[in-house]
């Protein structure tokens, strides 16, 4: 059987795509329109529906999360923060598959930031 070898594009729409855009690479790093490919490193990516009626997301007519992988949480959510980005940590979240904060992008879009454990 074939099978697919990760994930090769995240494609989403947006009241203003070019602020998005520039918002995503100015705080996260990601320079989804630059001439060459976001290139991610090696790492699990999970991949998991959720319950239709799941509160894990937030609003109720939210259908993704976009979940991304850090090296450092503790430095990133002290780099957003200092950016004047909300960032959302709860204890429960924190556990066995390592620790997790929260952010909403400028068009708010939940993004899940994940450092696994070591």
Do not use: C
Request: avoid cysteine.
């Amino acid at each position: 059987m074939q099978k697919v070898t990760g994930i090769g594009g995240f494609f989403f729409k947006a009241e203003n795509p070019q602020v998005l855009a520039e918002w995503y690479d100015t705080n996260l790093g990601i320079d989804p329109v630059g001439a060459v490919p976001w290139s991610t490193e090696a790492g699990h990516t999970v991949f998991s529906p959720f319950a239709k009626d799941t509160d894990y997301f937030g609003r109720d007519n939210q259908q993704w999360m976009l979940n991304l992988r850090v090296i450092d949480l503790a430095a990133m959510i002290a780099q957003l923060e200092a950016a004047d980005i909300a960032v959302e940590t709860r204890e429960e979240w924190d556990g066995e598959y390592g620790k997790f904060a929260r952010i909403h992008d400028p068009e708010g879009n939940p993004i899940e930031l994940w450092e696994p454990p070591a």
